[in-house]
């Protein structure tokens, strides 16, 4: 099994992000940069980062009209990284244009709903079906838009999974039994996450804030074949 972890490295400062990849990488398949990281050291940051040998995952969540979305894939192009993102909310057009754009060899994947939003947040903006019910409709969408998954949570994950069983789907808010949760509400453990159907486990702060990263890191490559 190829290691399905992709350290989420969640900092703007670029040393400090090398260093850590040089110390987890044994123990993980892949990288996980965000507009944090971009913001500070745009594709000359993600390509000195991408020279260290693991895959890249690009979590820019791209989100605009389909032309423009389209401009920055192109733009992108050149770091060809493993995974990237943008908004399912985009609509057809969009996504497709996205899929479109990114290299044939670049997953392009979407985000549903924010973890962040509730079925409140959902309410006020117009949806009153609910959270569960939107991620289904979205990836739906997503699907037909041919692209190759989506971002969801671990709670999601099964139910993607069974509607969709060829997608890739990322999954973010994993937390090895016993560690702090911090402000991910929604946790599952990164074996029970890969059994309901993850094809990627995005982890953070449970290796980038472990005294020991590179340990933590192996620790929990270990549980997943225990
Ligand atoms: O530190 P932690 O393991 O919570 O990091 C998870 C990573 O996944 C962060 O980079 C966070 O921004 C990202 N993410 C998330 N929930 C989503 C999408 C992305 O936590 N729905």
């Given at each position: 099994m190829t290691n399905p972890i992709f350290v989420a490295v969640d900092t703007p400062d670029?040393?400090?992000?090398?260093a850590l990849v040089r110390a987890v990488g044994r123990h993980?398949?892949?990288?996980?940069?965000?507009?944090?990281?971009f913001c500070a050291n745009g594709?000359?940051?993600?390509?000195?980062i991408a020279g260290e040998g693991l895959p890249v995952?690009?979590?820019?969540?791209?989100?605009?009209?389909?032309?423009t979305v389209a401009g920055?894939?192109?733009?992108?192009?050149?770091?060809?990284?493993a995974i990237v993102t943008v908004h399912a909310t985009g609509g057809l057009a969009m996504l497709a244009a996205a899929r479109a754009a990114a290299p044939v060899a670049t997953k392009v994947v979407a985000v549903t709903v924010l973890t962040s939003l509730d079925d409140d947040d959902l309410a006020a903006a117009g949806v009153a079906s609910g959270t569960a019910a939107q991620v289904a409709r979205l990836a739906g969408v997503v699907r037909a838009a041919g692209l190759?998954?989506?971002?969801?949570?671990?709670?999601?994950?099964?139910?993607?999974?069974?509607?969709?069983?060829?997608?890739?789907?990322?999954?973010?808010?994993v937390r090895p039994?016993?560690?702090?949760?911090?402000?991910?509400?929604?946790?599952?453990?990164?074996?029970?996450?890969?059994?309901?159907?993850?094809s990627v486990l995005v982890i953070g702060r449970p290796i980038t804030g472990a005294?020991?990263?590179?340990?933590?890191?192996?620790?929990i490559a270990a549980s997943l074949s225990a």
């Open positions: 670029i040393a400090a992000a090398r993980v398949g892949g990288v996980k940069l965000g507009l944090e990281f594709p000359a940051g993600v390509a000195a995952f690009l979590d820019l969540k791209l989100h605009d009209i389909p032309n920055a894939l192109h733009s992108l192009a050149g770091l060809a990284p190759d998954g989506v971002v969801a949570s671990p709670h999601e994950t099964a139910a993607v999974r069974a509607a969709w069983p060829g997608a890739a789907i990322i999954v973010p808010g039994a016993g560690s702090a949760v911090g402000d991910q509400k929604r946790v599952m453990t990164p074996r029970d996450a890969l059994a309901a159907g993850a005294p020991d990263p590179a340990a933590a890191a192996a620790a």
